[in-house]
């Protein structure tokens, strides 16, 4: 009788353990697959980028915790740990998604056309789950993207604010979905950016600009080699 008492208690200890272990959520939070659907903008000459690693909003206290799961037997709740924190995650998916639509990224920052800053202010993926409805996981993406230009003017704005969601089958552990959602939201996140219509009028003039100025140079150039050779 003794035993079957010890084994009900260390039975329940273990499910207990169980339910407050906390998921660590560990890999490549770089995107890729993002581009190859909704952006439909390519930079028709290259521009120079500097990106910078965007600041934290007061309501990120650990850049590491992104988000909350249920595991367990009694869903109990549990952390969402990234092995790097949430800027390199932005900085990366930021990184990889202006390269593909042309921008030359630059790590000389006084070569740069552009220059990109920002603030992160929810970057945060949460598991829903009760035991008696269907699970699933959601994801919320929100910060503010600067694009200056080299005279530290403002270029473009853009305040992101981006929700997902992922339905699973009823009375499915919805866990394996808390990152994916969130990857999804960081690729609406980037279409939102690349798809811009501001956004690229304001490149257009700039590439313009480029363009006149490469022209002028050339021009002058050349008007130098006609003088000497006249000489």
Same mark, same amino acid.
């Given at each position: 009788m003794r035993m079957k008492y010890r084994l009900c208690i260390i039975l329940l200890l273990l499910i207990l353990l169980s339910g407050c272990a906390v998921a660590q959520i560990k890999g490549n939070f770089t995107n890729e697959a993002w581009f190859q659907g909704g952006v439909n903008y390519h930079l028709k000459a290259p521009i120079n980028l500097y990106l910078t690693k965007f600041s934290l909003g007061d309501a990120i206290t650990d850049?590491? +915790?992104?988000?909350?799961? !249920? %595991?367990?037997?009694?869903?109990?709740?549990?952390?969402? @740990? =990234? *092995?790097?924190?949430?800027? *390199?995650i932005l900085y990366n998916v930021l990184k990889d998604a202006f390269s593909k639509t042309g921008f030359v990224i630059t790590e000389d920052r006084s070569s740069a056309d552009l220059i990109a800053d920002g603030e992160i202010q929810q970057f945060w993926t949460r598991e829903y789950a009760t035991g008696w409805t269907p699970e699933y996981a959601k994801a919320a993406v929100r910060y503010d993207i600067v694009l200056k230009n080299n005279s530290d003017k403002i270029f473009w704005a853009k305040s992101i604010d981006v929700e997902t969601k992922s339905t699973g089958i009823a009375f499915v552990d919805? %866990? =394996?979905?808390?990152?994916?959602? +969130?990857?999804?939201? &960081? =690729?609406?996140?980037?279409?939102? @950016?690349?798809? *811009?219509?501001? &956004?690229?009028?304001? +490149?257009? !003039? &700039? @590439?313009?600009?480029?363009?006149?100025?490469? *022209?002028? @140079? !050339? =021009?002058? %150039?050349?008007d130098i080699n006609v003088s000497v050779e006249n000489r």
């Open positions: 850049p590491y +915790l992104i988000g909350e799961a !249920k %595991t367990g037997t009694f869903n109990s709740k549990s952390k969402v @740990i =990234s *092995d790097i924190p949430v800027q *390199d919805a %866990t =394996s979905s808390l990152v994916p959602t +969130l990857k999804n939201a &960081l =690729s609406q996140s980037m279409e939102e @950016i690349i798809n *811009d219509p501001a &956004l690229h009028a304001n +490149l257009k !003039k &700039l @590439i313009e600009e480029k363009k006149a100025g490469v *022209d002028r @140079i !050339k =021009s002058n %150039t050349e």
